[in-house]
């Protein structure tokens, strides 16, 4: 009985190995097929921010028309680029509210010719030059869907359920979401992370690796377009970067 004990216990401790094993290595392949839109909208608030102050008096630009309360919603620019309700920001004294990231990016890429036309002079050309390089970066968060049969254990239930669908998208690619299951299991989805919950990974190990490999090439294909811009950009406002810096 001790011989048989102590053979079961290699075997978990070899099976445990495994896991850990190929479980780091799709864990790798996620981390390289990692791709955020916020990390370009970041860049880009960073490559502009360069050429600031990009005016020394208040200029409401229109960006768009808000159909619910039917009120244009206006960039201003000044010192800096911030946004706000055309009411509010055309008053003389009143200032524009803090603009994140994404919406700095949307407004370059929609009204950035008008925010050149009333910059500083001494940036109106680079700054109409980083609107151009913008409106050519890549955003969108690639995902990867295969079909198929997914035999996925349960812990909570304790059984194996059979899922049509599996998506991995680059916004989190260590998070693997299952659709289409047996009638009989109770939710549509499910939703596993790398080394969350989702074992014995062996059973859907190909097919998981198979679709972090897919997302893995085509961001990859973004990132390299993506960094020439970045490269672009960069020689653009290397003169005002090294200015700040002296």
Partial sequence: MGELIDKYLEYVALKE??????????????????F???????????????????????VVIRWYLNQRWNEYYCV????????GWEKHVSEERARGYHMWDESFFR??????????????????????????????????????????????????RSRYVTFRKLEVCSRDPDELTFKGP????????E????????????DIYDDVKRALLELERRVADIK???????????????????ANNL
């Fill in 191 to 202: 939703t596993f992370g790398l080394g969350r919950g989702l074992l014995p990974i062996e």
């Fill in 224 to 242: 390299k377009h993506n960094e020439e811009i970045f490269r672009q950009m960069r020689q653009v406002v290397a003169p005002y970067a090294l």
């Fill in 107 to 156: 407004a370059i890429v929609d009204v950035g010719d008008e925010i050149a036309k009333v910059v500083r002079r001494h940036i109106r050309d680079k700054f109409s030059k980083l609107v151009e390089l913008t409106r050519k970066l890549k955003t969108a968060e690639p995902t990867v869907v295969l079909m198929g049969e997914f035999k996925v254990f349960m812990q909570g």
């Fill in 17 to 34: 190995k495994l896991e850990s094993s190929l479980m780091s290595e799709l864990e790798a392949i996620a981390n390289r097929a990692l």
């Fill in 36 to 58: 955020r839109a916020t990390n370009v909208h970041s860049a880009v608030r960073k490559y502009f921010s360069f050429l600031k102050p990009y005016s020394y008096k208040k």
């Fill in 76 to 83: 201003v620019v000044s010192k800096d680029i911030t946004e």
């Fill in 182 to 189: 047996d009638t009989e299991y109770m939710w549509e989805h």
